[in-house]
């Protein structure tokens, strides 16, 4: 099962620490990292705008993909939420392990 980590702003820290515990608790997340203080800009509907948001890396498999993206867009306060996901090409072999046997249970 390759690793994967998705990258997903969030609207607050209440809104992150919520997908972030259920990620985990479900084991469709081995590790939700959450990250403050983030300032986006974007467009959204048609105009330039700037939002401070708090960011998640959630730690995951591929296999696990489609449980995550439900999760978020059933927490998620965005209309659109960002929902990006990226191979992970290396990393330590311990641990793509013990998150793919976090998530595989």
Known sequence: MPA???FVNCANA??????ARKLVEERNAACCTIVGGVESYYIWEERVERGE?????????DERFADVER??????????????ALPVTRGSQR???WLEGTVSR
């Open 4 to 6: 994967i980590v998705l």
């Open 14 to 19: 209440h809104e992150a620490h919520t997908i």
């Open 53 to 61: 948001e708090v960011m998640m890396m959630i730690k995951t498999t």
């Open 71 to 84: 999760c978020i867009e059933e927490l998620h306060s965005y209309d659109v939420p960002e929902i990006i």
């Open 95 to 97: 641990y793509l392990a």
